[in-house]
């Protein structure tokens, strides 16, 4: 018994002293941050695309107001602040126009990258125009990608995040499921709305295991977004829009406060 009891007792000590360590390290990430600055890269998920409030300078790139980059520095206030991230930006360009922001003083990163590499834009358009059997070829074939190439192009572009910035925390933020499933919906079938919800499952553990194997911290959104996807009647993002059809299927304006915003802080 009393073994047990000083087995308890030394569990919870450790577990004490972990969190007091993560939030130590959280907290001396945020502070790197204020004092080096923090740099932005990535895709549509980064910039805001869907979340409306579109910086004007910004162009093709969609960067918005109400994108958790933007947010995150309105309210950290870093010493400096580098919105990088792009619409439709794959790793090559994140690669060749992003990185110019980072530099050895640089306290924090974070990005999301590798949805477009796998063809995002062309498998939703497949399976929302085609049939189950074909939507389902599609998201084999990306997942296919995301198995053979995905990890070496995503391993170059944190190396090179490393490179440029070797003193930042760095926070890979992944992507979310899109459908509640299990519920009356109007529009895809629920064949094809698992397959695309195991695809963005399969993704995010491709993205979580390269950025761990670079030492970099992977954000989680998926916890967040749940009981907030498409087809659970208090959605954060968007399905077809008809009006905008670049903003289907991305964040609204809820989803980068609400989803993305809170897993950045959380590992910030």
């Not at 923090?38 to 695309?49: F, P, R």
Request: hydrophobic share 35%; glycine share 10%.
């Amino acid at each position: 018994m009393r073994r047990s009891r000083i087995a308890a007792f030394v569990s919870s000590v450790l577990l004490a002293a972990g969190a007091t360590l993560t939030g130590a390290l959280t907290a001396q990430a945020s502070q790197l941050a204020a004092t080096g600055g923090y740099v932005a890269l990535g895709d549509s998920y980064s910039s805001g695309v869907g979340a409306g409030s579109y910086i004007s300078s910004s162009g093709d790139c969609k960067r918005s107001t109400k994108a958790y980059p933007y947010l995150w520095n309105a309210a950290h206030a870093p010493s400096s602040f580098t919105f990088a991230a792009c619409s439709g930006a794959r790793t090559d360009e994140v690669l060749a126009s992003q990185l110019g922001g980072l530099s050895t003083s640089t306290g924090l990163v974070s990005i999301s990258i590798g949805g477009n590499d796998a063809g995002f834009a062309d498998v939703m358009t497949t399976c929302v125009t085609s049939s189950d059997s074909t939507c389902i070829s599609r998201i084999n074939t990306a997942r296919a990608y995301v198995a053979s190439t995905l990890p070496g192009k995503l391993d170059t572009v944190y190396s090179a995040i490393s490179s440029k910035a070797p003193n930042a925390h760095v926070v890979v933020l992944g992507y979310p499921r899109f459908y509640q499933l299990g519920t009356t919906c109007i529009g895809l079938s629920e064949t094809k709305r698992k397959a695309i919800n195991d695809a963005s499952d399969y993704l995010d553990s491709t993205v979580a295991g390269r950025a761990a194997a670079h030492g970099f911290v992977f954000g989680d959104v998926r916890s967040t977004f749940t009981g907030h996807e498409i087809c659970s009647g208090d959605s954060w993002l968007h399905s077809v829009n008809w009006l905008n059809i670049g903003e289907s299927y991305h964040p609204t304006a809820a989803g980068q406060s609400g989803g993305y915003l809170p897993v950045l802080n959380a590992n910030d």
